[in-house]
């Protein structure tokens, strides 16, 4: 079997791991990254919504089962870089109060270990790195902050009307901050498809074009591609992890070291600890508390469809609006509360994907004539809502999201504001779970190792040696997109384990 050596190992070349390398590359220190996938090719099926959606090209061919033993092909993409390959580049930060504890129709959304404030100052390297485009001052719940590294993307006509008629109403919308490389001397070439599709001209601001790319010459960084981790090794008495052993051409290998990342986003992070369980752990890695698997959740996401049937909607890119003012509820209702923001644009294919029977004709007409917009409401954890390893390494995803109701009200408010917008028509559609675009939860952090598998630095409280980064940290949802705070917290780790490390080097 071959046996590599490293200092740091990092699995998974997503949003969180390519932060902790981005923080170590130059310390001296020899990072293993361990990267299930390959580049992702440049190729015109990128943007082919036919070969995306319909003949689901770059999907895993992996399956997974619901909990009636349903089983089904997850929207699940392995490429370098991870799901920001094919994400809409909404970069968000958190509002303060979403690192309080809340309830929302009386389920509980628990406080997390770390404010805002700590986290504040690497949201302004994230968006640095990520080169993320924004205007501060609009949005009424923006938390204290410097202003963007980037000015907005300006709107297209039919957003800019959206805008206005939304601030008839009384509301504020705001430039939406958005990681893409648009403006004089930009790459991005406005080809009309963004959300959902991997990017041709390497203008959208993903982890392996923002992040990786310049470290995969580093000589600290050895990236191993096509390397999938089954399981990680303890020892005996299932304290300090030993060695991440991994899959590729069908062989076996082992990469040994003193520290480890796993960063292979919620869902699969929380699968490797239950398959790496052991004498010293019996059930599985971290998870002395039982939380390892628990707490999923991926946001309350509703697609709508706004639709004038007089008026042909031409935006090529229209991810440059978002409305916060019913964020902290509606009026009379503040349980039932959210984000607006818009969706990439929808087209006949995707419509297809999802309602096989739809006439072509029908659904082309619907991509042509829609302006698409997502309502996001807060999803909170339940403990009974998680992801099981079943006989024979199947995986079960029992998904029950929490607080529905409240997402229904908010849901039925905004279709009443599009209305009102000049949309006599808005046809809604809900995103589950066999996409899990906003998985998080599953590895959840907190101060008391009885209900939480990690501490604020993501260390697991089980193993002085392993560290978690990626979206299953999260021990609630917000009502915001995660990349951002996922690379946050994954720089903050990061630069810890730098300071660890010079302080180590320096004492030695
Ligand atoms: C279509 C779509 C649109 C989205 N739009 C937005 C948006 O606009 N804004 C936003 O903030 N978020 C968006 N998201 C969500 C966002 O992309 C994710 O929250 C984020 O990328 C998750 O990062 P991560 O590091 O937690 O995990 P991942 O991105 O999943 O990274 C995990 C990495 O680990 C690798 N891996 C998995 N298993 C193994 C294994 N066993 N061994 C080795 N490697 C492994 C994977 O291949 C992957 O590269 C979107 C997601 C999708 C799918």
Redesign the pocket.
Known sequence: MQTIKADIVI????????AVAHQLAGSGAKIVM????DFLPNEPQNSDAEAVFLQEHYKTREEWQDASGERYRP??????????K???????RFRPMDFRATTIDGASSPAWPISYEELAPYYETAERLYGVRGQSGIDPTEPPRNAFPHAAIPHEPTIARLAKRLSAQGLHPFPMPSAVDFGDGGSCQRCGTC??FACRFSAKGD?ETRVLRPLVTHPDLQLERN????RLIADDQGHRILAAE?MRDGLIARVEAPLFVL????I??A??LLRSACAGAPDGLANRSGVVGRYLMNHHLTGLMAINPLARNDTRFP?TLSVNDLYNGLPGDSNARGNIQMLGKIQGAMIRATYPAMPRMLADWLGHHSVDVLAMSEDTPEADSRVRLLPGNRVEVDYRPGSTDAHDRFVHHVRGVLRRSGFPVVLRHGFGIR?P????GTVRMGDDPATSALDALCRAHDHPNLYV????FFPSSAA?????T?AAQ?LRVGAHLRETRMRQSQSA
């Open positions: 699995i998974g070349s997503g949003v969180g791991g390519s361990l990267e299930r996938g929207g699940q993409y392995y490429y370098v870089g991870g799901h920001t094919f994400y809409g580049t909404a970069m968000f959300d959902a982890a390397a999938q981790v089954t991994f960063s292979a986003g919620a699969n992070s699968l490797i991810k996409a675009s906003h998985q998080c980064v990626d979206g299953g915001l997109n995660p990349a951002l996922i994954g």
